[in-house]
């Protein structure tokens, strides 16, 4: 699968290979990973410290608006957490409420279901835009 991140493109080849770039691939306390299926769907994941946003794409051609997480917010996060996407610039950042903020966990499980399916991860509540 390949994987863009902050260093540019990567092909990993399996989920231990996945985790191991999610875990230890950030600029500080930031990571951002878009996970491109062979099937014109992506996963993208930004990291701030212990919070995660996922989006995802179900086509590449922006026919349809996507799905971001939601109902998920882990304890401890702030009303918004900002994050860095995989061009790794402040300009390109953002804020998203807590509300469609997961946990780390939820994001490298959501990570690893697309890995394997290359759709919409199952362990997360979506809301569809």
Not at 4 to 17: L, P, Q
Not at 24 to 43: M, V
Not at 91 to 115: K, T
Request: proline share 6%; glycine share 8%; hydrophobic share 35%.
């Amino acid at each position: 699968m390949l994987i863009e991140n902050f260093d540019g493109e990567t092909d990993v080849r399996s989920v231990s290979d996945l985790q191991l770039k999610l875990q230890t691939e950030r600029r500080g306390e930031f990571g951002a990973f878009t996970l491109i299926g062979g099937n014109d769907t992506s996963l993208c994941i930004m990291i701030n410290a212990d919070f995660a946003f996922l989006y995802f794409h179900p086509d590449s051609d922006g026919s349809h608006p996507g799905y971001e997480p939601e109902g998920m917010t882990p304890s401890g996060c702030p009303e918004s957490v900002f994050v860095l996407q995989a061009t790794g610039t402040r300009a390109d950042g953002f804020d998203i409420p807590a509300e469609h903020i997961v946990s780390l966990e939820d994001a490298y499980r959501a990570a690893q279901e697309y890995f394997q399916t290359e759709a919409l991860p199952p362990s997360i509540t979506w809301l569809e835009l």
